[in-house]
């Protein structure tokens, strides 16, 4: 399924480079060449052209690779589990406010006049 995804890519950009070429090419009227704004040089476009061809053909490489591996090792699933099962440190475990005095200071009573908030 990847492999249709990066051929049509690969497809999509060829087609885009052949048509930014002969967009230049019938762009000549009476032996003068019409410049489009975006214009780039037939040796600098197949250069572009022949490194994305390399970076496809790694990333394909990169891929058939990834296929080829097995899943996880049991030592991998192992750690894993061992990570998953041990509470975060930095997270607080009670569920209301840790310290009183805090949710104090910050809660305060809206009602009162003499209390108001600072933040």
């Keep these: ?60 490489s990169e891929l058939d690779d990834l296929d080829t591996i097995g899943g996880p090792s049991t030592v991998c699933n192992e750690i894993i589990s061992g990570i998953e099962s041990v509470p975060d440190p930095l997270l607080p475990m009670t569920k209301g406010p840790v310290d009183v005095n805090w949710e104090r200071w910050f809660g305060g009573a809206s009602s009162s006049r003499s209390h108001r908030r600072w933040i």
């Design 1 to 60: 399924m990847n492999s249709q995804n990066e051929e049509q890519a690969v497809t999509t950009e060829k087609t885009t480079a052949a048509t930014a070429v002969s967009a230049t090419v019938s762009s000549r009227n009476n032996g003068r060449i019409k410049t489009p704004s975006n214009f780039i040089g037939r040796h600098r476009l197949q250069a572009a052209i022949s490194h994305l061809d390399q970076q496809i053909q790694y990333i394909q």
